[in-house]
């Protein structure tokens, strides 16, 4: 059975409160991000990880969970968030 197929849309599994206020609660939201870090960020480890989880949830969305929370990881590491949004 295929997984169902993501878009920009599609909800993340956790909303991921930023330190600046914004919330990223979709994949577009996560895509948009990413798209945002700045070139010494993109040499670090935990964000090439984040970067290709996302894309491989993007081909298979049960990845989605595990890219989500790689990505919390990374905002964290990098002091951009603090941990889940309220809901």
């Known amino acids: 059975m295929q997984s169902p197929q ?20 979709t994949v577009g939201d996560a895509a948009a991000c990413l798209a945002r870090l700045s070139e010494e960020q993109r040499q670090k480890h935990y ?11 993007l081909k298979e969305s049960r990845y989605l969970y595990a890219a989500t929370l790689n990505l919390q990881t990374a905002l964290l590491l990098d002091g951009l968030a603090g941990g889940p949004a309220e809901a």
């Open 6 to 25: 993501l878009n920009s849309a599609s909800p993340l599994p956790i909303a991921l409160a930023l330190n600046d206020g914004t919330t990223l609660a």
């Open 47 to 57: 964000w090439k990880v984040a970067v290709k989880l996302l894309d491989s949830a």
